[in-house]
């Protein structure tokens, strides 16, 4: 089974996306050998969600503090 892949990491610049393995930059075990993949929110942004069709379901938005439910 594939692993859940993160919508926001913290640091995605130190980690290589391009399988489900998610390698630190310095030790790559897929064989690519040249650079990394970078994780969508690198290149498109904090929204990246939004464009295309990912094939990943949206977390549900949180409920805004301070509001009861009712």
């Known amino acids: ?12 610049e130190r980690i290589c996306w391009g399988c489900d393995q998610y390698c630190p930059v310095d030790s790559m075990r897929c064989g690519n050998g040249s650079s990394r993949t970078q994780h969508p929110i690198e290149l498109l942004g904090d929204d990246w969600l939004e464009y295309g069709d990912w094939g990943i379901e949206a977390p549900p938005a949180p409920a ?4 009861t439910p009712g």
Do not use: C, V, W, Y
């Open 1 to 12: 089974m594939a692993k859940k892949f993160p919508i926001h990491p913290s640091h995605p």
């Open 64 to 67: 805004p503090s301070g509001t």
